[in-house]
């Protein structure tokens, strides 16, 4: 889940000349006016890449516009003649930005690759425009210091005291001098930004291993194999088998492939990614670390994990170093156990090694087929895409009375994305789009993200609905199998399709405060709690159905999937946990003289990371916190909210998973709600009391 650095949100009371522009061949550039879909998706097939800066550059202009008719009125600062038209600044660069920040992540070709290295400053010289402006932060000021004689409703209230807030976290309260120093950090920092993800996305399509013994498959799955022959022949190497470093290719391999050495390969592939030659991140990583703390001194704190943390739930970076070692270091302990299990396992099968950090997928396999006598294998014939939607989306109509209906004639820019309208299932009034896109390519990165083209709330033209979108990296169809998700892309898909419910179901007044413009260690409660519907045996029996028979997931694979469910949690929350610490020990180091791998490695030591176990992300591929500011200082949100998670799903479970009143309750006070009221207070309201941080320990197993 990612925010934009812009704030191009909701309502726009003043008159503005519409800006036109004909491009050649008579070609009428689609961000220049309103799109013309009756629910305003973009018209992906009309848009071209020398589209992006010519409307970029007059949304700028039109920003110009509407600050100074906000600045210039003489009237004194309220609620409508200052807020409400912040809420849409400027429709045209809303327009433009919500499209190219999607194709950024989805559909970065190399023509876009490059225009993109324009666009970003010019983006940045937008933000820094509005979020720097002396006059237009007074007004807003004047707002604020008037808010409780206002007459203002509560959640106008809060949306006053959120800009506010935001504008003066920018630095709109910096003197003049500041604030210059301000604007060359920030327009560097975006420089750095593009250069990471450039060296990631390089880096990535770059490597592959090639296998030219079909001995050395033994152990993958067929529909592995299979795909890694279509990778070789795309490369021109008919009859040999190539393994990228993408997650469907890569992750089949450590857990399955019973070749060691290519185990090591890839993991090895992968850990060192983005860290030499022309694509290698750590000059860019040192040089990011020294002007975030260089961007905390000018805005009046200590480091840039303690400016971070100020502003969300925790409040300190040591509050949120405690949290995580709450979990990393029973977690470790675990891990420890998990280790000494496969360890005994290759002693008694005469392995002659010790385990190492690519061994640790596999022989964890092989433990959980020995303890439990479950093998993943057996249970993916049972997760074809199709049936884990419809799965998914049965549970969204059940739990909060919506319906996805297929578009086929929607606006879309691949031919692999789907388009449906949510609608309500009772009335069948129309609540939100959803648009899906799964599969890898070259000129997507990595991962699985939720964004928005269009967020709910009140617009120039009254009030709209969201348009929402999931991009995902999974396993693609293979000759005639269809796609065969695994479990955590099972997981994955639950998740991020939670993001898109507190999106879809907003109903929050205003953009600003709408969806999941929430705190940021708030985020992931939705769609952290939608994952645990995904392997629910009353669930699973309903939309796990063999792919090629149609016959519904036997009970017995059902119990034994239940059963190994807290297996490996030791890996899983220690590598998370490890990730989060490294963040928060990058915020708090000054730059100077860092070499990244060392700082890494004396990182792992001080917190007592096992030999075994690496961070989940490695810092050269750690796009979260160095691919732009969104998770910087924050990666330990995941588990902040893990514990909101837990804590409430034992709510549910307690009522059951599908009570209705239960689910009235979560759907009207945590995901209709956005920001209207503060997260702890809606938190508290769904489940009746303060966050429990032992209910994370309880779920995972960790509390023995």
């Not at 600045?71 to 600044?89: G, H, K, S």
């Not at 920001?675 to 966050?691: C, S």
Request: with cysteine; hydrophobic share 40%; net charge negative.
């Amino acid at each position: 889940m990612r925010h934009r650095f812009l704030n191009l949100a909701a309502t726009l009371l003043l008159a503005v000349a519409p800006i036109q522009g004909i491009m050649a061949e008579n070609h009428v550039n689609p961000f220049l006016q309103e799109y013309s879909d009756k629910y305003r998706i973009p018209p992906f097939e009309q848009i071209q890449i020398s589209d992006f800066i010519p409307a970029i550059k007059a949304g700028i202009e039109e920003q110009k516009q509407n600050m100074f008719a906000i600045t210039a009125n003489r009237a004194v600062p309220d609620f409508d003649n200052t807020i409400l038209p912040l809420e849409n600044i400027s429709p045209i660069l809303d327009r433009v930005a919500g499209v190219f920040y999607h194709y950024d992540s989805a559909l970065s070709t190399d023509e876009f690759a490059a225009m993109a290295e324009e666009a970003i400053p010019l983006l940045n010289e937008a933000s820094n425009q509005l979020n720097l402006n002396d006059a237009l932060f007074g007004k807003i000021k004047a707002v604020y210091d008037s808010r409780d004689r206002l007459g203002l409703s509560p959640v106008q209230k809060r949306v006053v005291e959120k800009y506010y807030k935001e504008f003066a976290e920018r630095g709109a309260a910096l003197p003049a001098d500041k604030k210059e120093e301000l604007i060359k950090v920030n327009d560097r920092l975006s420089q750095l930004f593009i250069q990471f993800n450039k060296n990631l996305l390089n880096a990535t399509n770059s490597f592959f291993v090639t296998v030219y013994d079909e001995a050395d498959l033994a152990g993958l799955p067929e529909s592995s194999v299979s795909q890694a022959a279509d990778a070789a022949k795309e490369r021109g190497l008919d009859g040999l088998w190539v393994f990228t470093l993408h997650a469907p290719s890569r992750l089949p391999v450590l857990q399955y492939a019973d070749n060691r050495g290519l185990r090591e390969a890839i993991y090895k592939g992968y850990t060192t990614l983005a860290s030499f030659g022309q694509n290698n991140n750590y000059p860019v990583i040192e040089e990011i670390v020294k002007l975030r703390a260089e961007k905390a001194k000018i805005m009046g704190f200590d480091n840039f994990a303690q400016m971070m943390t100020s502003r969300v739930m925790a409040k300190t970076p040591e509050a949120a170093t405690d949290l995580l070692l709450q979990v990393f270091e029973p977690a470790v302990k675990r891990s420890h156990e998990e280790v000494a299990d496969m360890q005994a396992y290759v002693d008694a099968n005469n392995g002659g090694f010790k385990i190492a950090p690519w061994d640790y997928y596999y022989y964890a396999e092989k433990v959980k087929k020995q303890k439990f006598d479950f093998d993943e294998s057996e249970v993916r014939p049972y997760f074809a895409l199709d049936n884990v939607l419809k799965g998914l989306f049965d549970c969204a109509e059940k739990l909060y009375g919506i319906k996805m209906v297929e578009m086929p004639d929607a606006p879309k820019y691949m031919d692999q994305v789907t388009v449906y309208e949510v609608v309500d299932s009772k009335t069948g009034e129309h609540v939100a789009v959803f648009m899906t896109d799964y599969f890898p390519r070259a000129s997507k990165r990595q991962g699985a993200w939720m964004e928005q083209l269009q967020s709910c709330g009140l617009y120039e033209d009254g009030n709209r609905r969201p348009i929402v979108y999931n991009v995902g990296n999974f396993t693609p169809p293979s000759g005639d199998q269809p796609a065969l998700l695994t479990l955590d892309e099972v997981e994955t898909t639950f998740h991020e399709f939670g993001h898109a419910l507190q999106a879809i179901l907003s109903q929050a007044p205003y953009r600003s405060i709408a969806g999941t413009n929430v705190d940021r260690d708030y985020v992931e409660l939705c769609s952290q709690m939608n994952e645990h519907w995904a392997f629910e045996p009353e669930v699973l029996k309903s939309y796990a159905k063999h792919y090629k028979t149609g016959e519904p997931i036997p009970d017995e694979l059902v119990a034994k999937l239940e059963a190994s469910s807290n297996f490996n949690q030791g890996f899983m929350a220690t590598e998370l946990a490890g990730a989060a610490l490294l963040d928060l020990a990058w915020g708090q180091t000054d730059g100077s003289n860092v070499n990244v791998p060392e700082f890494e490695m004396e990182f792992a030591k001080k917190i007592g990371m096992p030999d075994e176990i690496t961070y989940r992300y490695r810092s050269p591929y750690f796009k979260h916190i160095f691919g732009d500011d969104g998770y910087a200082s924050g990666y330990y949100t995941y588990l902040w909210s893990q514990v909101l998670e837990a804590d409430a799903w034992e709510t549910f479970k307690k009522h059951g998973i599908f009570d209705k009143k239960t689910a009235a309750s979560f759907k009207k006070n945590i995901l209709e709600s956005g920001d209207t009221e503060d997260p702890m207070v809606l938190f508290k309201r769904f489940t009746g009391h303060n966050p429990d941080s032992k209910a994370l320990l309880r779920l995972r197993g960790l509390d023995k």
